[in-house]
Every structure is written in structure tokens, then in C-alpha cells.
């Protein structure tokens, strides 16, 4: 009896913690600081004070501010499995080489376009674009270089490259 319960309260640990227990664990322990090794960094006096500010962080205010800067940032959790070494000077010319080849997806872009036929090519951006109304296409226009369509496949890319060339418009397929 004494060892189950010894077993339950050490399990109990190994449990992954909800907000509510890094809060109650938390809030008022901040950050252990490591001592520094004896090197002396200069740094400006609004570093330091940024420094000093998250290091009075407590556990629950850094997680909150690093999931912030991850979607401010748009940073992506990398795996620890995917940090591998990089392969020799030949196989990356390889690798461009079958990455070249299997580009599947494609995006058309509208560079410029002649100011003579803008009025066609309002008309039809208006109709090659899902959900477009005449408003939306002069805005869409007027805002090049800006992308029309992206990740489609090349006979569709190359189809609106030369719908859009017809009335006046410089595309690029990327």
C-alpha cells in the first residue's frame, strides 16, 4: 500500500501541466537566472532593461509570450528530429534538379499592365476570378504587381498567363 501510493504521487508528476497548475506553480516564482561565466558583454541600456524584463517573467508569462511571437513572427515548431546536417556540395546541386523537375504547384503574378486596356482587364479579372465583383477586380488591378492566382497546376497557370496577356497585362508564372 505505502509503495502504491509512493508510485501514484511520483506519477503524478510526470503528467503533462495544464495552465491552471503552471499558474498555480508559478505565480510567484520567476525565472531562474544561470550565472554568467565570468565574460563581461556590453550591451545598450535597452537590452539590459528588455534583459531584465524577461528574466521577471514567470513560467506561464514566457510560454504565453512565446506562443505571441510565434504568431506574430508566423514561426513554425520545428521537430527535433528535422535538424539533420546538410548534405555535401553535389547533392544539393541534385536535389535543385529533381526539385526542378517535380514543381507541381505554380503562381501567376500580374506585373503591369497597359493603362489603354484597363477596363478589358477589369472585365476580365472580373471573370476569371471566383467571387469578383467589378469594385474588387479595379482594386485587384490597380494594386500590381500582386498575385492572381497561386499553387495551381501549369495548364492553369498558363492559361490565365495568356488570357491576361491578351487584354494588356504583363503576368509572370513562378
Known sequence: MLLNNSIRM??????PLSKKTLRM????????IPQPDGSS???????????????????VE??????LLKVRLNLKDI????????????????????AATVKTSFTVKLMKFDEKQK???????????????????????????????SDIGKDEAEKLKEAFTKVGAECVID
Open 10 to 15: 511520483f506519477g503524478r508528476h510526470l503528467r
Open 25 to 32: 506553480y508559478s505565480v510567484a516564482q520567476p525565472l531562474t
Open 41 to 59: 558583454v556590453s550591451s545598450s541600456p535597452k537590452l539590459e532593461k528588455l534583459y531584465t524584463e524577461i528574466t521577471s517573467l514567470t513560467m
Open 62 to 67: 514566457v510560454s504565453e509570450f512565446t506562443e
Open 79 to 98: 521537430p527535433m528530429g528535422a535538424m539533420v546536417s546538410a548534405p555535401a556540395a553535389g547533392g544539393q546541386e541534385e536535389e535543385e534538379e529533381v
Open 119 to 149: 477596363v478589358a482587364l477589369i472585365k476580365e479579372v472580373k471573370n476569371l476570378m471566383d467571387g469578383m465583383n467589378l469594385v474588387q477586380a479595379k482594386k485587384f488591378v490597380e494594386s500590381a504587381p500582386t498575385v492572381i492566382k
